[in-house]
């Protein structure tokens, strides 16, 4: 089978099934390993790339590149101190650099499928990708990345596909496991969902992500009880992390609240609302919550903020119109309910089919 053309989206599935090597990804951005003297700018960025100080790595990179171009690996290492950055656009520039001295390099290749993948490019990432397989195999987490830009082109079937091999390749890849998880729920297969959410939590038995999603198929499969109980973990999980998630907070509120449960689903959601203030959804079940708690001005803002933030949202317009209708307020309440019809018809039109 030939590779595909590089315009193509599809990666190339030849690579796959007869590996008996694993080889190390191309994620992890480690120290350069440098065969000569490490001496002016490139030695400069080398012990400033081993000491976490990426953004002066980067400019010594590329003063090293600019005395000799295409003589060292300053190129490659500049892209890899942009990624620790952030800076996805110069380090796909500083990439395409080195390619152009090097087109035959893998671990430059599978770094711009990265960066691509980041920048939402997904056709050319899995381009990039497949040149790469032709010349050294994947490892578990560039197969990650191929099945994540199956999702970013909505093709849940490939990126189960793909995430399978990733954690096949490498049964211990605890974030292959958890996107291959959100992948088999997308698609409405719980169990398989299930059983990846619980590897997950093999490898790592506080992973907050993988509890809450946990009660999600609870919940979904009709069992309110243990949903609680998951979300209630995950939540207890995250108490003393620096970076915690809303979303058990959010799910747990909204699930009391279903559950007629309203005093106990108030700190939940506005905890959510705290962690996440440019969060749509956490405002929207906040502002619900206090409208069915009778605390119609902090329901006005909640609701009001949430249609700010996603002005496309018929249920934040349907809600705040409900809102303007106990607070009395008609024509503001027509005015929503309106919106709201407006957007539902204009969301049908563009779901038909073709004629």
Same mark, same amino acid.
């Given at each position: 089978m030939s590779a595909p053309p590089t315009n193509s989206r599809r990666f190339n599935p030849r690579f796959i099934f007869s590996w008996s090597i694993i080889f190390a990804s191309s994620l992890c951005f480690s120290s350069p390993q440098v065969s000569a003297p490490s001496s002016g700018d490139f030695g400069q960025g080398v012990a400033e790339f081993r000491a976490g100080h990426y953004s002066s790595a980067a400019e010594s990179f590329a003063r090293a590149e600019a005395a000799s171009p295409g003589a060292t690996e300053a190129l490659i290492y500049q892209g890899k101190s942009l990624v620790h950055l952030s800076d996805f656009p110069g380090a796909e520039k500083a990439l &395409?650099?080195?390619l152009a001295f090097h087109p035959d390099s893998s671990e430059a290749l599978y770094l711009l499928g990265f960066v691509l993948h980041r920048e939402n490019r997904p056709s050319d990432s899995l381009a990039i990708y497949t040149r790469a397989a032709a010349i050294t195999p994947p490892a578990a987490d560039d197969l990650k990345i191929v099945g994540l830009d199956y999702v970013l082109l909505d093709d849940y079937a490939d990126a189960i596909k793909w995430l399978r091999a990733a954690v096949e390749r !490498? =049964? &211990? +890849? %605890?974030d292959a496991w958890y996107y291959l998880g959100r992948a088999y729920y997308t %698609?409405?297969?719980r169990a398989e969902a299930r059983q990846a959410f619980l590897a $997950? #939590?093999?490898l790592d038995p506080r992973d907050v992500r993988a509890e809450n999603n946990l009660g999600l198929i609870y919940e979904t499969d009709g069992q309110p009880a243990a949903a609680i109980e998951a979300y209630r973990q995950a939540v207890a999980w995250q108490e003393q992390s620096p970076h915690p998630s809303e979303q058990p907070y959010v799910n747990l509120g909204n699930l009391l609240m279903e559950q007629g449960q309203l005093t106990e689903a108030l700190p939940p959601l506005e905890k959510a609302v705290a962690l996440a203030p440019n969060n749509a959804f956490c405002h929207l079940t #906040?502002? $619900?919550?206090y409208r069915q708690s009778g605390k119609l001005e902090a329901a006005q803002r909640e609701l009001e903020t949430a249609t &700010? #933030?996603? =002005? !496309? +949202? =018929?249920t934040a317009h349907y809600q705040l119109g409900r809102l303007y209708k106990d607070q009395h307020a008609m024509d503001r309440a027509q005015a929503e309910f309106e919106k709201t019809s407006d957007l539902k018809t204009r969301s049908a039109g563009s779901q038909s089919p073709p004629k």
């Amino acid at each position: 089978m030939s590779a595909p053309p590089t315009n193509s989206r599809r990666f190339n599935p030849r690579f796959i099934f007869s590996w008996s090597i694993i080889f190390a990804s191309s994620l992890c951005f480690s120290s350069p390993q440098v065969s000569a003297p490490s001496s002016g700018d490139f030695g400069q960025g080398v012990a400033e790339f081993r000491a976490g100080h990426y953004s002066s790595a980067a400019e010594s990179f590329a003063r090293a590149e600019a005395a000799s171009p295409g003589a060292t690996e300053a190129l490659i290492y500049q892209g890899k101190s942009l990624v620790h950055l952030s800076d996805f656009p110069g380090a796909e520039k500083a990439l &395409r650099g080195y390619l152009a001295f090097h087109p035959d390099s893998s671990e430059a290749l599978y770094l711009l499928g990265f960066v691509l993948h980041r920048e939402n490019r997904p056709s050319d990432s899995l381009a990039i990708y497949t040149r790469a397989a032709a010349i050294t195999p994947p490892a578990a987490d560039d197969l990650k990345i191929v099945g994540l830009d199956y999702v970013l082109l909505d093709d849940y079937a490939d990126a189960i596909k793909w995430l399978r091999a990733a954690v096949e390749r !490498d =049964p &211990r +890849n %605890k974030d292959a496991w958890y996107y291959l998880g959100r992948a088999y729920y997308t %698609k409405s297969q719980r169990a398989e969902a299930r059983q990846a959410f619980l590897a $997950v #939590l093999s490898l790592d038995p506080r992973d907050v992500r993988a509890e809450n999603n946990l009660g999600l198929i609870y919940e979904t499969d009709g069992q309110p009880a243990a949903a609680i109980e998951a979300y209630r973990q995950a939540v207890a999980w995250q108490e003393q992390s620096p970076h915690p998630s809303e979303q058990p907070y959010v799910n747990l509120g909204n699930l009391l609240m279903e559950q007629g449960q309203l005093t106990e689903a108030l700190p939940p959601l506005e905890k959510a609302v705290a962690l996440a203030p440019n969060n749509a959804f956490c405002h929207l079940t #906040l502002g $619900v919550a206090y409208r069915q708690s009778g605390k119609l001005e902090a329901a006005q803002r909640e609701l009001e903020t949430a249609t &700010r #933030l996603e =002005p !496309d +949202n =018929p249920t934040a317009h349907y809600q705040l119109g409900r809102l303007y209708k106990d607070q009395h307020a008609m024509d503001r309440a027509q005015a929503e309910f309106e919106k709201t019809s407006d957007l539902k018809t204009r969301s049908a039109g563009s779901q038909s089919p073709p004629k």
